[in-house]
Each structure stands twice: as C-alpha cells, then as structure tokens.
C-alpha cells in the first residue's frame, strides 16, 4: 500500500501509481474508508500533491490513470457514491469542515504550481460545459470562505481558475453565489468583500470581471433595469478603482497562467493565449445605463443621490483606467507588458462594446418613455461622451470617425457628444500619430 499512497500520514513516496493503480482501487477505497471523517479527506489530499509532483515527469496535459484519481476524489472529497462504495452522507457540519480542511491544506506552503494542479483536480472543468453540481456547490462554498477569511492561497487559486475559465457559466454560477452571499444574504459581511483588493488583487480583478458580465454581457447586455448589478456591490467596486486605477488591466500587466486541465487537458490550451475579458465594458455601460428610469429626489441626503454619486466615482475610475492603459502602451520602464498583450491594450472598448452600450442606453429610454432632454438622459449621454473621448485619446479603442458616427447615430442631442463627434476625425488622426515614435498630447475640451 505505500507504494501507492502512505495512508498513515507520512511522506512515502508514488511509485506505482502510473501502472497498476487500478487494480490496487478497491484496497485504497476500503482503507481510506475505515478513517475516521475527515481523516480520509486529509490523506487523499496530501497523496494528490505527491500525485501531481510526479505528473512532473510526464508531458504536460498526461496524467496517468486519471479516471481512477478522478473516481477517488469523488468518493473522498465530494462524497459521491460510486460502483458499491456509499461514502459517509454529509450534514451541512460535515460540508463545512471539508471546506475548512480545503483552506487549511492549500495553505501548507507547497509549491504553488502544485497546489493549483490538485484544487484544479478538485473543480476544473471544460469552460464549455456545466461543472458538477457537487463540485460546483463546493465550489461556491470554498470561494466564500477563503473571502470571509481572507485565505491568499484558495484566492490566488480561484483567479487562475476564473482567468482559465473566461467568464463561462461555470464561473458565473461561482461568482453570483459569492454575490448572493456577501450583498444579498448578509449585506453586513461586506466588509470582506471589499478588503479584496488589498489581500488578493489578482482574485479582485477576475471577481470583478465575471460579476459585471454577468450582469451586463458584452456579448448579450441584459437590459432590463432591474437586471442591473447590486448597489452595493458597485459600491465595492468604486471603492477598489479608487485605491487601483489599473485593476481592470492586472491581468495584463501580470498574465496569469494558461494552463492544461486535469479534466479538460487540451481546452485552456487551445484557446489563444491572449484572450482577455475586461471588466471595463460592462462598467461603462452601468455608468451610462445603470440610473435610467429610476425615481429621483431632491433631498441632499437621499439614497438616490447617493447612488448617482457612486456612477459619478466609477465614471473617475473607468477614466484613470484608459489613462493607465496607455501608459503601459507607452512603455514605461515602471510598466512593462509583453509585446503580444499590447493589440489588448487598444481594444479595452471595442466598436461593438460601444454599440451594445448604445443600444442599451436607446432600448431603456424607449421603455422608460424618458424624454431626451431629461436631466438624467444629460448626465448618461455625458458620461458616455467622456468614456469616449478618452478612449480615443488614449488610443483603448480602434473604432473609425465612421464607427463613431454609425454607433452615436439616432441618440439624443447632447452637446458634449455632438462637440466629440465634431472632432472625432482629429481625435483618429492624433491616435495614429500617438502610435508613432514621435507622439503628440491631444488637447481635448473636458467636462467636469
């Protein structure tokens, strides 16, 4: 039996794992079934990590008698019954102290490509098809805690997992039960949620990413304001922009791993290693969308108003982003970026971005019945103008004088946006000329 796995707690080494695994299954299941709860839990976890340390020695995206260690996870982690075995049914205690262990064993200080291998054992899956329910529910539940206790190690983990998984529906369904938990739930927890930017910041940027697609989808936008993301949780997110301008951009400025799945070995790795997805254009479209048709009041202290302060702050931080943005285009010795990421950089807002902001903007005024010369259709259309003035200028966008002029046709008169499209042939011809070796400042009236 120690060739295979040191069920007692010690530090044997995997030999013959590779081989004859299968038919040795039975034997280790009876064994680690006989441990007490959670014990079996502990010693499968400790052999997975000499499991991917040996893994090490095969080419990447091989992993031996992968069925047999996936069949073993589910019977000692998830607690799934499986071919005669019924493991221990879980009460919401037993659920618990798993999810405690899980905090605790990624926490050993094990090398960190290693204990990624084992939790993406544990909850990788193909970004394009649905997760497990059990895998998915623990998921969810580890996510929460590692937040509540601020544990870096389960977050860094998670991040890589949701950069991997590209905001697929796997990774939506995590994120929405984080929500649901810190905003919904127990709004008064919010405080954890919030120190995320200080103790993990690559888990913020990939939180922050899957939560604002999923309210706002770049490839589909729901438009409904009801459908519109919590308060205050774009509370939170105001607050992370305002202490890190380049948080919608971290993980180009420090790219996460891409890489092969236990379960799914060849589909991270097939994807084109630059693909992005920003927070940025669903941001955009909550500022410019997020408080139309709803009730206004005049009170200095009212909750409306302080919601409208709160887009206003989030207009700030979505600007400082495209400003921080060409300074990583710029080159700067302090930021530097891999040349491939830099075609990134001038597509955080694409033509089509900006068109589904518009056609969610068009499609709530028309259901509002919103007059166009209303003050909160005003402040929308200047906040939109000024995100695209920006963007322009700071060359995040490729979009043509012709683009801009087909996007903005049939909005409401606004002056900000009518001075911007006036000009929108200079701005084109400045961002070429900013590409160049010699770049010229483009002057550019603001609104304030």
């Not at 389960?154 to 997992?161: D, K, S, T």
């Not at 409208?308 to 530097?336: C, D, E, M, N, W």
């Not at 683009?403 to 911007?420: A, S, T, W």
């Amino acid at each position: 039996m120690a060739s295979y796995m040191d069920l007692q707690g010690g530090h044997s080494k995997v030999f013959l794992w590779y081989s004859d695994l299968p038919t040795r299954l039975p034997e280790i299941c009876r064994a680690l079934h006989q441990k007490e709860f959670p014990l079996a839990t502990k010693s499968l976890l400790d052999w997975m990590a000499s499991y991917f340390v040996q893994c090490q020695n095969f080419p990447p995206g091989k992993f031996p008698n992968k069925d047999i260690v996936i069949q073993l996870l589910d019977l000692f982690v998830f607690y799934q019954p499986l071919d005669g075995f019924v493991p221990k049914k879980l009460t919401s205690l037993d659920s618990l102290q798993i999810i405690e262990l899980l905090c605790q064993f990624f926490s050993t200080g094990n090398s960190a490509p290693i204990m990624y291998s084992v939790f993406d054992a544990l909850f990788g899956c193909s970004r394009d098809s649905r997760c497990d329910a059990h895998r998915g529910r623990m998921l969810s539940q580890l996510a929460s805690m590692a937040v509540s206790v601020k544990c870096v190690p389960v977050l860094n983990n998670i991040a890589i997992w949701l950069y991997n998984q590209d905001c697929s529906s796997n990774s939506l369904a995590m994120v929405s039960s984080v929500i649901q938990d810190f905003c919904v739930l127990v709004p008064e927890s919010l405080s954890s949620l919030e120190a995320l930017i200080l103790v993990c910041p690559q888990f913020a940027c990939q939180f922050m990413t899957a939560a604002v697609h999923l309210f706002y989808q770049t490839q589909g936008p729901q438009l409904q304001v009801p459908n519109s993301i919590p308060n205050n949780l774009l509370e939170v997110f105001s607050k992370w922009l305002d202490q890190d301008y380049s948080l919608c951009i971290a993980s180009i400025q420090s790219p996460l791993p891409r890489v092969p799945s236990f379960r799914d070995p060849m589909g991270y790795m097939s994807r084109y290693m630059c693909t992005y997805i920003s927070a940025l254009p669903g941001l955009v479209n909550c500022c410019v969308v997020g408080n139309l048709g709803r009730p206004t009041s005049k009170g200095p202290n009212s909750e409306i108003e302080e919601k409208t302060h709160v887009y206003s702050r989030l207009l700030f931080g979505i600007l400082q982003t495209l400003l921080q943005a060409q300074l990583l285009k710029k080159g700067q010795p302090q930021h530097r970026v891999p040349k491939e990421l830099i075609d990134v950089l001038q597509r955080l807002l694409t033509a089509e971005n900006l068109k589904r902001i518009v056609e969610s903007f068009k499609r709530i005024v028309k259901d509002c019945n919103l007059l166009p010369d209303s003050e909160e259709v005003q402040a929308s259309l200047d906040r939109f103008a000024q995100v695209l003035q920006v963007a322009l200028a700071t060359g995040t966008t490729h979009c043509s004088r012709g683009n801009v002029l087909d996007i903005c046709k049939g909005l409401p008169n606004n002056r900000l946006l009518n001075l911007i499209l006036s000009h929108s042939n200079k701005l084109e011809v400045s961002q070429k000329a900013s590409a160049s070796p010699q770049k010229q400042g483009l002057a550019v009236p603001m609104q304030h």
